[in-house]
């Protein structure tokens, strides 16, 4: 079984910044792909960022030059350095592991 556990988020004025963990644990084999989406209330889930083990990334347009993704293979531990946060960044932000494990999600409230 395999436990995926977001944290790091909270309530953040406008411009401010937050840094997402997920940590994956349990058993586990080489993991590929880490991801980041996000939901916002009333709004279908959507993707934010990937990174891959060898340490490729992807963003969505709607972050890209705000937000940072980065992974620490040896921690199975993923981030997201989120900069120049804006209230639309407003969600609950899931990891998801290797394209099968989910979190339960971390709040992240932006007030303008």
């Known amino acids: 079984q395999v436990q995926v556990m977001e944290s790091g988020g909270g309530l953040v004025q406008a411009g401010g910044s937050l840094r997402l963990s997920c940590a994956a644990s349990g058993r586990l084999v080489s993991i590929n792909a880490m991801e980041w989406y996000r939901q916002a209330p009333g709004k279908q889930r959507e993707w934010v960022a990937r990174i891959i083990r060898g340490g490729s990334t992807s963003y969505a347009d709607s972050v890209k030059g705000r937000c940072t993704i980065s992974r620490d293979n040896a921690k199975n531990t993923v981030y997201l350095q989120m900069d120049a946060l804006k209230p639309e960044d407003t969600a609950v932000y899931y990891c998801?592991?290797?394209?099968?494990?989910w979190g339960q999600g971390t709040q992240v409230t932006v007030s303008s």
């Open positions: 998801a592991v290797g394209g099968m494990y």
